[in-house]
């Protein structure tokens, strides 16, 4: 695991399919993100403008490098309709060594295409 830039797990919440698979394929080839599950059938229920709404949404799930946070919730921001999206990030405390590299070697700059 790259120690310098620990990987992160990141949700962003989606309209639709098609929004989903445009900003998954975005950023997955920015190098922005190694990968991207979009995962469907998610019920959100939340306040917005003082009144309680319910929508079908998708989530994406987003693993990164965190050095790249920054970057990536900006590219997010710019891509999503959303006027507010939902954009946040856990900390992976612990993970299948392998896995955890190729994050860090899918989201690296220098990496080969």
């Given at each position: 695991m790259?120690?310098?830039s620990p990987?992160?797990?990141?949700y962003?919440?989606?309209?639709?399919?098609?929004?989903?698979?445009?900003i998954?394929?975005?950023?997955?080839?920015?190098?922005?993100?190694?990968?991207v599950?979009?995962v469907p059938?998610?019920i959100?229920?939340?306040?917005?403008q003082?009144a309680?709404?319910r929508?079908s949404?998708?989530?994406?799930?987003?693993?990164t490098?965190?050095?790249?946070?920054?970057r990536?919730?900006?590219?997010?921001?710019?891509?999503?309709?959303?006027q507010?999206?939902?954009i946040?990030?856990?900390p992976?405390?612990?993970?299948?060594p392998?896995?955890?590299?190729?994050?860090?070697a899918s989201?690296?700059?220098d990496?080969?295409?």
């Amino acid at each position: 695991m790259d120690t310098q830039s620990p990987p992160l797990v990141m949700y962003c919440s989606c309209p639709d399919l098609a929004t989903a698979e445009r900003i998954a394929t975005c950023v997955v080839g920015e190098r922005l993100a190694a990968c991207v599950n979009i995962v469907p059938g998610l019920i959100s229920i939340y306040r917005w403008q003082g009144a309680v709404q319910r929508d079908s949404e998708l989530l994406l799930i987003l693993k990164t490098a965190s050095t790249l946070y920054p970057r990536l919730e900006a590219r997010l921001r710019e891509l999503h309709p959303y006027q507010v999206p939902e954009i946040i990030a856990l900390p992976i405390q612990a993970g299948l060594p392998a896995y955890l590299d190729w994050i860090a070697a899918s989201t690296a700059v220098d990496a080969p295409t």
